[in-house]
């Protein structure tokens, strides 16, 4: 039986990818911190369902923490990585950066180290779009230079690509990097947007509407999302074998892929589809843009259709109905 480690395995993305990994017959073992940058009880019915599952494990741990992910790979000799967990949030960074150094940073290069000790097949590891900064020409490429981020998050991601690299290029790790493009879905973080939302109108209280609505988002369907991640572990990076529109380093096995859903929708029509999801309208006040947040994204996926073929992509409307139907479920709404 194959083994899949996944770290940050109790959150949204992680919950979803383990789920997949169990229900096509791997082992999964899992590692949270269960911070309470958002609610932890929803952390906690997310592992409650994945450890309904004989083959799947979790610890309860931070990965900074010395020697934790050491011990878990000299036990378990991960085959497959996902690295999942970080502390998340553009607007969290500037006020407490330090956080995002100890997990995002210090995390990754307990990883990293723990791979170097038991190298897995192959790492595939979290990037984020916002790394793209202050670039404004779209839509965004694996190649583009990437050197003005806009928020402490962001540096702390692109710093975590580099680290990535220079560990597949010292200690032959093949790895792959991937940067996810604003995943909503079922079992969301409440700290984003379409979740704050969906509950303000729900509870017929005004949402704030950030840059007067003048902001367009590649939204990425959290099914979409796993699809290509479960897709990828077998495209392990090769730089005697690039493919087309490779982003393949010429001196170790690690490539960046981007995973969105190529088609930008604006903020207004965003919005739009979850008052019809609701069966309300919003009580909008417009505001200006807040710091550190970028005005657009979108995701160049060519080289993500060349590693997987076929790409899923989710209408945004059928995306936000899935989740406010969770929502209302979940919340009992």
Known sequence: MRTAFVTGSSGFIGYFVSLAFLRLGWRVVGIDSLSNYYDPNLKLERQ?????????????????????????FKEHRPEMVI????QAGVRHSIDVPRAYVDANIIGTFELL????????????????????????????????????QMSFYAATKKATESMAHSYA????????????????????????????????????????????????????????????????????????????????SPVAPFRVVNIGNASPVTLMDFIAAIETACGQEAIKTFLPIQPGDVPATWADTTLLQTLIGKQHSTPVSEGLQHFVDWYRAFYNV
């Open 48 to 72: 409650s369902q994945l450890c309904a599952y004989g083959e799947f494990s979790i610890v309860n741990e931070k990965l900074e923490t010395p020697q934790a992910l050491m011990s878990l």
């Open 169 to 248: 290029h010292l200690y032959n790790l093949p790895t792959t990097m991937f940067r996810f493009f604003t995943v909503y879905g079922p079992w969301g973080r409440p700290d984003m947007a379409y979740f704050k939302f969906t509950k303000a109108i729900l509870n017929r209280e005004p949402i704030n509407v950030y840059n007067h609505g003048k902001m367009k988002r590649d939204f990425t369907y959290i099914d979409d999302l796993v699809h290509a991640i479960i897709a990828l572990v077998d495209a392990i990076p090769d730089p005697a074998n690039p493919v087309a529109n490779d982003s393949i």
């Open 113 to 148: 180290e723990a791979a170097r000790a038991f190298p897995p097949a192959h790492m595939l590891l979290a990037s984020s779009s916002s790394i793209f900064g202050a670039n404004s020409q779209m839509p965004y490429k694996e190649a583009d230079k990437v050197d003005t």
């Open 83 to 86: 690295h999942l967990a970080a």
